[in-house]
């Protein structure tokens, strides 16, 4: 059963050939048997899941019309609040928090049917590349526990590739759905700034956040986008329909695009610490779509290098002011000895916060403080506006950017944890991404001689991610690595 | 020497939409603590804010009626601190590119004659929840008003004296009541007033400036008198003792207002002021208004209360002093104008209203069209005692049963025999009955007797009774002055 996509179980589960309980017991039986080393979950909801499962069974049975997702098990980032359990984003700031209300996209996998079995491990707050952030414990890569998952969705990819459930939500910010996705070889997309609601999902930073689908194929990341994707009037920066319609983004998936235009970084093709063999597999990726009939064209996107800097200051700043409803007073992790309200917030703070969270909020605050606002953070939303510029301006030479998704495979665990700069890295060909707000999507294009998944990435035009999933499809049909996961 | 009282004010008015700045929580209702709050206005993990249309439109609306220029483009800013009732730990607001500006009040100054006093700026933000320190070891955060919404508005450093400053509020406190845009009741704290004060003294050929000072807590009007008084005697005391008090070298201060002592009280330096480190809220969109909007809300902009008193002065020629009266809220200022338009003499409508009408809604706590009577009946009474169906006293008795009931003026007074009796042929015919069978006094009064005063009052008393009280007793005085010649 866990062989099967989430496309061909939704299809099962809906002529009753399997039940949605069948489906829940298989996925509660997984957890129970790999979790121990994936340590993919911070919590799982059995009571929740099965009510869910039970009353899914029961509408099959009685011929009721059920939802798209119907008695498919799905496991979200913990960042996405949830009014059952708890959501911890990671942390221990929130380690105890049990919100009073439903995320909107988890109000919409409900409505479709999906069944949410429990909340991922991440890099705390989402901050991270490898989900070594994480404040209760670290994930394990499926095909190498020695190795990180990547971040900061490291839990929902690894929840993914390690077959407990059939697909899972992540967030992406500069990366956190794709690179994961790559180290964990499963697809992973962040689909356009806006296309998704932000509305329960808690914010780090609020103009790079998106919520996407991790699934072993192409075809099941195009469904759970399909659920979860539209306008939502919470959310004033979700993008309003008559603007950009939601588009049925599985009925010409399979036809492939004619005379495919791809565009390759110039800049990209010089960076230092780009793995050889992932190099070797990208390539051998362009090779394949020529096969197809595509052209590659090598575009340049000039400011490129300063995405990596432009990022570490506009999602800082925004995430130090994010970041400080978490004062110990209303609700979260409240320190315990206090002489005054000034102790409440540093210690709680202190306290509930990991060092990366505390650096990054004191990077960002910096940014913004006063007589430094304008060299540091004005400029780098000058820059970002450049950025974005470029690749709006390469997409309408080429259909679309194609790029490793990571320069590496997944490192070992606690091979970076000294050094946040070189973490940071870890993200160069993800992170102008969410600058630009443009939707990308990893796909597994290899694997290493070390037995470890190359990802793939795919940028296209904004709204455009029907064009992007035939584009990723055209590629995945012509290898079996979505069968390849690990046999845990 | 030569002292200048310089004095900027900042205020802030809670605007009465029905819902809250940024969600759907009802807005200004003493209800429970922590009652009227959500995910989003109580800064939860995952909440985002979403614009209230109409806060906005408030806000512009009392712009215009300030006479502010209002950009196409605004937004939206955090500003960053901690403090207990503020969720979020930052409140939205506006800094750079705020939705109105450059614009002028009309105040009147110490000697009575007008003013303009410049606005600097109007903006939209979030109002804060309320600490409560009562006495017990801990405070207490309530976080229903946490997200009403809030116009600032700031004027520039034009007023000059603890007079112009409190008719600059009450001015204020009036324009945003007549605009329908808020309650604006002081006690409540739903329009606060914090003035900034400092002094320009010269001496010698030199100028010094003391520290700008900012007075807060201020709820009364009184009490933005005595702080600006306080202040101004308070500054010159302490520059006189050290020439160095200067805002050169000790910067902007806060005080508190402490109304039991009336003195203003030291809560923060310029050590401790605050980087606020605004930056765009990330989370809204920018809101840019075309003219047909600018339009739209334009024509919600109402009379103003200057302008009704104005009128009342000039075309209705009513006493400043009534004037004033009348246009204390606006609804009896309208109610007037109502009843005017419809026939009513504005004199005698005035005098309606200020001694009958206004007195009942105080009594009653209420608005002069809440206690029971239409301006169509106002405006029928008025008319009837200027055409003498009634004697002025009747009035209050008409009026006071018209509080209860639906019926015209005229109804009222026929049913309860307070109809008078103006026919001066009929009572022509009854005073010379009643003279014929009083001939002495006649007599005593013709001759000037001591008594004739009282003779007098005694026939016109007599005359009365015979109608019952209906008599019109100016006609019957002045019939029986001619009849006695």
Wanted: hydrophobic fraction near 35%; aromatic fraction near 8%; glycine fraction near 8%.
């Amino acid at each position: 059963m866990d062989n099967l996509t989430l496309i061909q179980l939704r299809d099962k589960i809906a002529t009753g050939d399997i039940s949605a309980m069948d489906a829940l017991n298989h996925t509660f039986d997984r957890i129970d048997s790999v979790d121990p080393t994936v340590k993919a979950y911070i919590s799982i909801h059995r009571e929740e899941a099965t009510s869910q499962a039970i009353y899914i069974d029961e509408q099959i049975n009685s011929g009721q019309p059920v939802g798209m997702l119907a008695g498919v098990p799905i496991a979200l980032k913990d960042n996405m609040i949830t009014h059952f359990g708890r959501t911890t984003c990671g942390s221990k700031m929130l380690e105890n928090f049990s919100a009073p209300y439903d995320a909107h996209v988890v109000e919409k996998l409900k409505a479709a049917g999906a069944v949410i079995v429990g909340k991922c491990n991440m890099d705390e707050f989402a901050m991270g590349s490898s989900n070594e952030n994480s404040a209760f414990f670290a994930t394990h890569n499926p095909w190498d526990t020695t190795r990180v998952p990547g971040g900061s969705s490291g839990g929902s990819a690894a929840a993914v590739a390690a077959k407990t459930v059939w697909g899972a939500l992540g967030s992406d910010t500069g990366g956190s759905i794709r690179q994961p996705a790559s180290f964990c070889g499963v697809v992973g997309l962040k689909p356009t700034y806006g296309r998704v609601s932000r509305y329960g999902l808690v914010a780090y930073g609020s103009s790079l956040d998106q919520i996407g689908p991790l699934t072993k194929t192409v075809s099941d990341a195009a469904l759970m986008l399909q659920v979860i994707a539209g306008h939502d009037s919470r959310d004033s920066t979700s993008i309003d329909e008559k603007d950009a319609q939601v588009d049925d983004y599985l009925c010409d998936i399979e036809k492939p695009i004619n005379g495919l235009k791809i565009g390759i970084v110039k800049e990209f093709m010089a960076s230092e610490g780009l793995d050889p063999q992932v190099a070797q597999a990208n390539q051998a990726a362009l090779d394949q779509y020529k096969k197809m009939g595509a052209e590659i064209i090598e575009i340049s996107l000039p400011h490129i290098q300063y995405a990596i800097a432009t990022y570490y200051l506009v999602a800082t700043a925004e995430a130090s002011g994010n970041l400080a409803r978490y004062d110990g007073i209303h609700y979260g992790h409240r320190t315990t000895n206090t002489e005054n309200v000034l102790d409440v917030y540093s210690a709680s703070r202190s306290e509930g916060f990991g060092s990366e969270v505390k650096r990054r909020i004191m990077l960002g605050t910096y940014a913004l403080s006063s007589g430094y606002y304008d060299a540091f953070y004005l400029k780098a939303l000058k820059v970002r506006h450049l950025i974005r510029q470029d690749i709006d301006n390469a997409l309408k030479l080429v259909d679309c950017i194609i790029s490793p998704t990571a320069p590496e495979t997944a490192f070992a665990m606690g091979a970076k944890t000294n050094d946040p700069l070189t973490m940071y890295l870890s993200d160069i060909f993800t992170i102008g991404v969410n600058l630009g707000g443009h939707p990308a999507i990893s796909i597994p294009c290899g694997i290493s001689k070390e037995n470890l998944p190359i990802g793939l990435q795919i940028i296209t035009p904004a709204f455009t991610e029907a064009k992007l999933f035939r584009i990723a499809r055209m590629f995945e049909s012509t290898n079996d690595f979505a069968t390849k996961l690990p046999q845990l | 020497m030569e002292v200048k009282l310089v004095v900027g004010m900042e205020i802030h008015v809670q605007l009465a939409t029905a819902t809250k700045i940024f969600c759907g929580c009802k807005v200004g209702y003493e209800d429970l603590p922590n009652t009227n709050v959500c995910p989003v206005c109580l800064g939860l993990p995952g909440a985002l804010p979403v614009m209230n249309k109409k806060a906005y439109e408030y806000s512009v609306r009392t712009a215009m009626a300030l006479n502010c220029q209002i950009p196409s483009f605004t937004k939206w800013d955090r500003k960053c601190y901690y403090y207990p009732d503020l969720p979020k730990g930052y409140q939205i607001s506006q800094y750079d590119l705020p939705m109105s500006e450059n614009g002028t009040i009309e105040v009147a100054d110490v000697n009575g004659k007008q003013k303009s006093i410049r606005i600097l700026r109007a903006h939209l933000e979030e109002d804060a929840g309320k600490n409560m320190h009562d006495g017990t070891r801990h405070s207490q955060v309530d976080l229903n008003r946490a997200g009403t919404p809030l116009l600032e508005i700031v004027t520039e450093p034009d007023l000059r004296s603890a007079t112009e400053c409190k008719n600059l509020a009450t001015e204020l406190q009036k324009i945003v009541q007549f605009l329908g845009v808020s309650e604006a009741n002081m006690q409540k704290g739903q329009i606060r007033f914090e003035p900034n004060i400092n002094l320009i003294i010269t001496e010698d050929g030199q100028t010094y400036k003391t520290p700008i000072i900012e007075v807060k807590n201020l709820n009364s009007f009184r009490a933005i008198e005595g702080a600006v008084e306080y202040e101004s005697w308070r500054q010159l005391e302490a520059w006189k003792k050290d020439h160095n008090y200067t805002m050169e070298k000790c910067g902007k201060e806060n005080r508190g207002w402490d109304a039991n002592k009336n003195e203003t009280v030291f809560q923060r330096g310029k050590e401790d002021a605050h980087d606020y480190r605004y930056f765009p809220d990330p989370d809204l969109v920018p809101v840019e208004i075309d003219d047909a909007w600018k339009a739209s809300i334009r024509e919600t902009v109402t009379e103003l209360p200057r302008s009704y008193q104005e009128r009342f002065i000039t075309q209705y020629k009513l006493s400043a002093y009534d004037a004033a009266v009348l246009t204390g809220d606006k609804i009896t200022a309208q109610f007037l104008d109502d009843a005017v338009k419809a026939g009513a003499s504005p004199k005698r409508t005035a005098n309606i209203i200020t001694q009958f009408g206004l007195k009942v809604a105080n009594e009653k706590e209420c608005t002069l069209d809440q206690i029971g009577v239409s301006v169509t009946q106002i405006t029928e009474l008025a008319k009837i005692i200027d055409d003498g169906l009634i004697s002025a006293s009747a009035s209050q008795t008409v009026f006071e049963k018209m509080l209860n009931s639906d019926q015209s003026a005229q109804a009222i007074a026929k049913e309860n025999n307070l109809v008078q009796n103006s026919d001066s042929g009929a009572l022509e015919d009854l005073l010379d009955a009643i003279l014929a069978t009083n001939n002495e006094s006649v007599e005593k009064i013709k001759r000037g007797d001591k008594m004739a005063k009282k003779l007098r009052g005694f026939l016109m008393g007599e005359a009365m009774k015979q109608t019952k009280g209906q008599a019109n007793p100016q006609v019957l005085n002045k019939l029986l002055s001619e009849k006695l010649k």
